[in-house]
């Protein structure tokens, strides 16, 4: 049971590897919207190799976002062989401890443990979820910002430029005043008593 715990757990693991190893630094600015989130894993590329050993291992517990470390690890070079043996063993551990509790409890202490790794997801969804809504909701309210600033300066100048045309005086030094068109009278048509 924990072998088969194992492989379906590690199974997929390589593919965050390699999105790493192929797109890099793209990949973790895509993945990590906040400023801060990204000074975190620039350091994280930068840290003694050591922490990412460790890091791998325990991306495995409930509520830790496990794709950011496993393609910072693909980022930072580390072999597909290391990474696989440290994936496995966090995979290993997470499996043990639940078929332990499992054991020692029966079926409801595996209920209350796949119930935390359920609640685990859905905190990572709204994390997610959160780290994509406020970023959109600040440039959304900018833009109405800058669309509303837009909106006065244009009205105040309309509004100069209808006071200036209503006193009749002429146009300001530096502004052109576009000039109306001839627009030529259209011709009558002949009458019948013309003729």
Do not use: C, H
Request: charged share 15%.
């Amino acid at each position: 049971m924990i072998v088969a715990g194992v492989v379906g757990k590690v199974k997929i693991d390589w593919l965050f590897w390699w999105v790493g190893r192929r797109w890099g630094q793209g990949m973790i600015t895509f993945l990590i919207p906040s400023e801060r989130g990204r000074r975190f894993a620039a350091r994280l590329q930068t840290m003694n190799p050591w922490v990412m050993r460790l890091l791998i291992p325990l991306s495995y517990l409930p509520g830790v976002p496990a794709g950011i470390p496993n393609i910072v690890a693909g980022v930072n070079g580390m072999r597909l062989s290391t990474y696989m043996l440290l994936d496995a063993l966090g995979a290993l551990m997470i499996t043990s401890v639940v078929a332990a509790v499992g054991y020692g409890s029966g079926q409801a202490g595996v209920d209350v443990v796949l119930l935390v790794d359920s609640y685990a997801m859905w905190l990572t969804l709204a994390l997610i979820f959160g780290m994509a809504a406020i970023p959109t909701y600040g440039a959304i309210r900018d833009q109405r910002a800058r669309r509303a600033q837009a909106l006065a300066d244009a009205a105040e100048a309309y509004d100069a430029e209808t006071a200036r045309i209503a006193a009749g005086e002429e146009p300001a030094a530096g502004t052109t005043e576009k000039p109306v068109r001839d627009v030529p009278t259209t011709p009558k048509p002949p009458n019948s008593d013309d003729a």
